[in-house]
């Protein structure tokens, strides 16, 4: 085996061992903070004369992105203002309210003891994940918090910048939303889908969620076992760009297929064009003669 050949197996087999890099999003994720969200938009919409809250919106209200609930629900009102509403009662009056996930704390410390890294992409602003990551004692836990993800898009892209500054090749995305384990798929990661309550079940078998798991100590076995993760590699961006290039340089079969034919076809049309010109030509010519032959025997 060639030194080049060792080198590529040696790097391989590298990156087939090293840890995946492990990310959550936040609420109901890291923390259980379904019962301080609803009661901070229950007050934020009384103070604006509204009784919005129902069974049938809860479930979209709570694991939308703030601003866009605001915009959606309160359209008359400033989404900021009524943002920095929310964000101020939450702080004020539910700060107490909200809690780490039953089993995260241990599941973190188990992690950052076997040297795992570990990060955050959430839809909240990133300055309230960190305070109430404080508040808890569980800031020094994670190695990257990224807030504000907002759309699909923003959370892949989020998710992706946050597996580039980790460093990861793979990475496993813990989450309680169908939307991001969709956002996690198309970055590239192993998404693991927690369901605390039975009606999560269905939406995140929906959205492809690779494993499903309600205890943290469940997601520990799969870590310690066949290392399923590896399957999946995180897209980076220009990854993306340089398959998109080597597309369009490298026409499909099809296409190709197609051209030849048309080329074909034209070659063929033009012998065709050009034997009857030569015909033609000849036949001409063969007149032409004739009437020499007819000139010379009338002289």
Not at 47 to 57: A, E, M, Q, S, Y
Not at 235 to 254: G, L, N, R, V
Not at 256 to 281: C, F, G, L, Q, S
Request: charged share 40%.
């Amino acid at each position: 085996m060639s030194k080049d050949n060792e080198k590529k197996k040696l790097k391989k087999l590298e990156r087939n061992t090293r840890k995946p890099a492990i990310l959550f999003s936040f609420d109901g994720a890291v923390m259980d903070t379904e019962p301080a969200i609803l009661a901070t938009y229950r007050h934020v919409f009384a103070v604006h004369g509204k009784d919005i809250l129902t069974p049938d919106n809860q479930e979209e209200i709570q694991r939308a992105p703030i601003m866009d609930v605001m915009k959606k629900y309160l359209p008359d009102e400033d989404p900021r203002k009524c943002a920095a509403e929310y964000d101020s009662y939450e702080q004020n009056h539910l700060i107490d309210l909200i809690q780490p996930m039953h089993g995260v704390r241990d599941f973190l410390i188990w992690l950052k003891k076997n040297n795992y890294k570990v990060g955050i992409v959430s839809a909240r602003e990133r300055s309230s994940v960190v305070e109430l990551l404080r508040h808890t004692d569980l800031v020094t836990m994670f190695d990257v918090i990224i807030g504000s993800a907002g759309n699909l898009e923003d959370r892949t892209d989020s998710i992706q910048t946050a597996c580039k500054l980790m460093d990861a090749d793979t990475c496993i995305f813990i989450t309680d939303s169908s939307h991001n384990v969709r956002a996690a798929s198309s970055a590239g990661c192993f998404t693991i889908g927690i369901v605390s309550t039975g009606s999560r079940t269905l939406p995140m078998k929906e959205s492809g969620a690779d494993f499903l798991t309600k205890d943290f100590k469940e997601i520990r076995k799969l870590l310690e076992g066949e290392p399923l993760w590896l399957a999946y590699q995180v897209i980076q961006p220009e990854d993306k760009d340089k398959k998109k290039k080597k597309k369009e340089k490298k026409p499909e079969k099809k296409e190709v297929k197609e051209t030849e034919k048309k080329a074909k076809e034209e070659k063929t049309a033009r012998k065709v064009t050009k034997t009857k010109k030569d015909k033609k030509e000849e036949q001409s010519k063969t007149e032409e003669n004739a009437e020499i032959v007819e000139e010379e025997d009338e002289k």
